[in-house]
Structure formats: structure tokens, C-alpha cells
């Protein structure tokens, strides 16, 4: 089985910063993307950021120049550095993983538990 335990959420004042992390373990063979999704209440699951293996990124506009998606490969662990907080950023913030497991061809989706992030003076 595969497991994404996420940490770093927190409350912060807007204008700070935050640090998500979400390390991968179990049985992989590969990671094609990594990356993290957001939800509030009242709305639908939204797209942060991923990160393919290869490096390419996207951003959901909102959060584009703000924040910054990064992941080392030989850790499997994706990284979420939120910058200029703002109070619509409030949110339960998931891990993504697209996981290749040991002795599987096809790629499956893997979601952690979510870590709240709310910003609030």
C-alpha cells in the first residue's frame, strides 16, 4: 500500500509564509507527479501545484508567483512553499502522488489525509 502523510499546516497571519511537505512511502516504483490540491469549505477540490518527475510545473493561476512546488525524487517527498498568505488561501490542503507500484504497469492516483492551512490576522 501506499501512503502520502502530509505536514507543515498551520495558522498564519496574512502576508506569511508556510512550508507543506508530503513524503511517499510503500511499495513504488515510480512517481510520474507529485503535487497538491486545495479545498475550502464550500468549494470544490482545486489544483495548487504539481511536479512531474521531469521537473515541469503548473499553478493554479490564484497562486502563481506566490507559491512554489518542488520535489526530491530520491526522498519522494513534494514540497509547498507558500509565500504572501492571503485569507482566501485558508484551506485543507491534500497531497497528491501519481504512484507506479512495485510489480504494477498501470499509474494510480494516491491522496493524503489533508493538513488544514488557515490565514488569519
Known amino acids: 500500500q501506499v501512503q502520502l502523510v502530509e505536514s507543515g499546516g498551520g495558522l498564519v497571519q496574512p502576508g506569511g509564509s508556510l512550508r507543506l511537505s508530503c513524503a511517499a512511502s510503500?511499495?513504488?516504483?515510480?512517481?510520474?507527479?507529485m503535487g497538491w490540491y486545495r479545498q475550502a469549505p464550500g468549494k470544490e477540490r482545486e489544483l495548487v501545484a504539481v511536479?512531474?518527475?521531469?521537473?515541469?510545473?503548473n499553478y493554479a493561476d490564484s497562486v502563481k508567483g506566490r507559491f512554489t512546488v518542488s520535489r526530491d525524487n530520491a526522498k519522494n517527498t513534494v514540497y509547498l512553499q507558500m509565500n504572501s498568505l492571503k485569507p482566501e488561501d485558508t484551506a485543507v490542503y491534500y497531497c497528491?502522488?501519481?504512484?507506479?507500484?512495485?510489480?504494477?504497469?498501470?499509474?494510480?492516483?494516491?491522496w493524503g489525509q489533508g493538513t488544514q492551512v488557515t490565514v488569519s490576522s
Open positions: 510503500g511499495s513504488i516504483f515510480s512517481i510520474n507527479a
Open positions: 497528491y502522488a501519481e504512484v507506479v507500484r512495485a510489480s504494477v504497469r498501470v499509474p494510480t492516483d494516491y
Open positions: 511536479v512531474t518527475s521531469g521537473g515541469s510545473t
